[in-house]
T-cell receptor, first 112, second 113 residues
């Protein structure tokens, strides 16, 4: 039973537009959420995180929103760039620990 | 070398073979992790080491045996694997077991025949 789900396996967006990647979780004990980006033949790289005490965290073109009541988080990328094309993984942990539970990933394709 | 390195990058083995995956981190971190990514499945945490002590073992079959001889090196010893063990095995490290960012290696693509 997947505790972290990314229901869209892929997303295609035009360059310059907004990319919205979604993630749902079922375990209410999760209190820390992260997004990782993965290029082919490379390991995932950390992108942005958010603690459950916040509902938004912004870092440049990347913003993560957390809706605790809906157990939902999303990653917004604006404006999207072709170099953003990658697989994006959502991850969650509890008790401020580092035992991450990952979603299945969403492949983002940004078209020039 | 910088970051987290993994060798080999690709491995093909038979079910009766014994092989080892190696991970090395050059970041001075104290925690290291093994993850498995099977086709069409999420990354699954397998083992966690902190200061060379194993702190997590997520019900991983005994045919996978981790070893952490020092804080910079992590091994995954493989013995009598099954074809369903074919996957991408990723190593990661972090400064501590808190919510410090985990840095991943490029992974070893394992195929079990």
């Amino acid at each position: 039973d997947q505790q972290v789900k990314q229901n869209s396996p892929s997303l295609s967006v035009q360059e310059g537009r907004i990319s919205i990647l979604n993630c749902d979780y079922t375990n209410s004990m999760f209190d820390y959420f992260l997004w990782y980006k993965k290029y082919p033949a490379e390991g995932p790289t950390f992108l942005i995180s958010i603690s459950s005490i916040k509902d938004k965290n912004e870092d440049g073109r990347f913003t993560v929103f957390l809706n605790k009541s809906a157990k939902h988080l999303s990653l917004h990328i604006v404006p999207s760039q072709p170099g953003d094309s990658a697989v994006y993984f959502c991850a969650a942990s509890r008790n401020a620990g580092n035992m991450l539970t990952f979603g299945g990933g969403t492949r983002l394709m940004v078209k020039p | 070398e910088t970051g987290v390195t993994q060798t080999p990058r690709h491995l093909v083995m038979g079910m009766t073979n014994k092989k080892s995956l190696k991970c090395e981190q050059h970041l001075g971190h104290n925690a290291m992790y093994w993850y498995k990514q099977s086709a069409k499945k999420p990354l699954e945490l397998m083992f966690v080491y902190s200061l060379e002590e194993r702190v997590e073992n997520n019900s991983v079959p005994s045919r996978f045996s981790p070893e952490c001889p020092n804080s910079s090196h992590l091994f995954l010893h493989l013995h009598t694997l099954q074809p369903e063990d074919s996957a991408l095995y990723l190593c990661a490290s972090s400064q501590a077991l808190s919510t410090d960012t985990q840095y991943f290696g490029p992974g070893t693509r394992l195929t079990v025949l």
